[in-house]
């Protein structure tokens, strides 16, 4: 069953490369006591995802962070290196979006938000949404209904949700 508004949050691991390493990263932590956007996308290095995902939450980061928001994170089917190159190669580490990988789908999966496309070689991967997370539970959900189309959850259109 698909995770939806009022919801709180799968109690998930995602793995974040720190300067040692992998990190585990538990999100019930990240979001606890915490307003958070996270919004998810089919995979690294893929075309929308690189150029209007992506770009999207760097340009409304600061307006985020004026609605009290205290982090913003991308989370992506990949494992922590390509997400660590990843946000290195567009500037989203830079920019202070935290970049965690969900290597084996489970926090995807757990959120009813996996989708296959064997022709283009996804297995398993998240359908586009983004959220505003509030204490744990879901407040805003936006999700596209193609995976290849970035609009109701690009960061402007979240943005002007809340």
Not at 29 to 48: N, S
Request: proline share 6%; aromatic share 6%.
């Amino acid at each position: 069953m698909a995770i939806s508004v009022g919801d709180t949050l799968p109690d998930a691991t995602l793995v974040h490369l720190g300067d040692e390493g992998p990190e585990q990263v538990k999100l019930s932590e990240k979001t606890k006591g915490r307003k958070v956007v996270i919004f998810a996308l089919p995979g690294a290095y893929t075309g929308t995802c690189s150029t209007a995902h992506v770009p999207s939450f760097i340009r409304t980061k600061d307006g985020f962070a004026n609605k009290g928001v205290d982090e913003v994170i991308c989370v992506s089917v990949n494992d922590p290196f390509v997400m660590g190159a990843w946000g290195e190669a567009t500037g989203a580490t830079k920019a202070g979006i935290t970049m965690l990988g969900d290597p084996d789908a489970t926090f995807t999966k757990a959120m009813g938000r996996a989708f296959t496309a064997p022709p283009v070689g996804l297995y398993d991967r998240s359908t586009r949404y983004a959220m505003v997370v509030e204490d744990g539970k879901v407040t805003v959900l936006q999700e596209e209904e193609n995976p290849g189309v970035c609009d109701v959850s690009g960061g402007e259109a979240l943005l002007d949700a809340i």
